[in-house]
């Protein structure tokens, strides 16, 4: 009844038969673009669903700095309150008040404006430098630093070095000198 066709006779029928070469080839160009297609598409997929975590985790970000970002807000509303900027005609003055607060403590106190007045007027705020040597008037020296903050104008102390020298008996460490950097924003 059914007669088992050898395998020669099928490839010498398909080599004969244009129509049927062309269909197999076909069928098996429509394979591998399909295997490739599928590959490609996974793989854009692990990308896509990788870029949407990652979307995710910015936002979540986002809203935590937002968050973030309002409540330190209130908190430097909270410092600024009652403190203005300082007119212009307040940068030299500035410094005589600089140096009623920190003379009691050295008299030989070194006050200086290290900005120039065209840097001034761009930046708007200048920077002063105080050098004092403290010694054993530690106490007066933090009672200084609480008056600049007390101060109706806005500073900001940007740099703040102590240089520290060995007592004598090992009673700890008495204050050399110290330096800092006031800045004084204007209007």
């Known amino acids: 009844m059914f007669k088992v066709i050898s395998t020669e006779k099928i490839l010498k029928f398909i080599l ?4 049927l ?3 197999i080839l076909l069928c098996v160009v429509f394979v591998i673009i399909s295997i490739t297609l599928f590959v490609v598409n996974s793989s854009y997929h692990g990308k896509i669903t990788s870029n949407e975590e990652q ?12 968050k973030t970002i309002g409540n330190e807000q209130e908190e430097i509303d909270q410092k600024i309150m009652g403190r203005t900027f300082a007119p212009y005609d307040e940068i030299v003055p500035y410094i005589s008040l600089l140096e009623s607060l920190f003379a009691i403590i050295d008299n ?13 007027l761009i930046n708007r705020f200048a920077d002063y430098e105080v050098k004092l040597k403290p010694g ?12 600049l903050y007390k101060s109706k104008y806005l ?33």
Do not use: M
């Not at 004969?16 to 129509?19: E, K, L």
């Not at 240089?163 to 008996?169: A, V």
């Open 16 to 19: 004969q038969q244009r129509a």
């Open 21 to 23: 070469r062309v269909t």
């Open 55 to 66: 979307i995710q985790d910015a936002q979540t970000q986002l809203t935590e700095l937002r």
């Open 108 to 120: 030989e106190s070194d006050i200086t404006i290290k900005s120039e007045e065209k840097q001034i």
């Open 136 to 147: 054993d008037k530690f106490d007066l020296f933090l009672k200084a630093l609480d008056e």
């Open 155 to 187: 500073i900001k102390i940007t740099s703040f070095n102590i240089n520290y020298s060995p007592q004598q008996e090992d009673h700890g460490n008495l204050i050399d000198d110290a330096s800092l950097n006031i800045r004084l924003y204007f209007e």
